[in-house]
């Protein structure tokens, strides 16, 4: 029995961040509560090797037709992580 998927969009988004300074963030993975309510479904679609940290960000859907933050590029991209 094939089992079927609604769309369902993940709760949280995982971002690479480059220790290098400018460097753009990398979505490398999603997080999706589990049915219990006590944890989460990682899908990670890949790991990073370079030197970073890797973030957990609430997932913030854009309305249809909402403009993108930045002028057009990815809204967290501007952000920078300080240790």
């Known amino acids: 029995m094939t089992k079927t998927h609604t769309a369902n ?3 949280h988004i995982v971002w690479f961040v480059p220790e290098r300074e400018g460097a753009p ?3 490398i993975g999603a997080l999706w509560p589990t049915k219990n309510g006590r944890g989460f479904k990682l899908t990670q679609d890949m790991h990073p ?3 970073g940290s890797v973030l957990v960000m609430p ?3 854009k309305a ?3 403009p993108d933050a930045a002028g057009g590029a990815d ?3 501007p ?3 300080t240790a």
Do not use: C, D, F, I
Request: proline fraction near 14%.
């Open 64 to 66: 249809e037709g909402e």
């Open 9 to 11: 969009p993940p709760s």
């Open 49 to 51: 090797l370079a030197a």
């Open 59 to 61: 997932n913030e859907p």
């Open 79 to 81: 952000l920078r992580h």
């Open 25 to 27: 963030w990398t979505r």
């Open 75 to 77: 809204k967290y991209a």
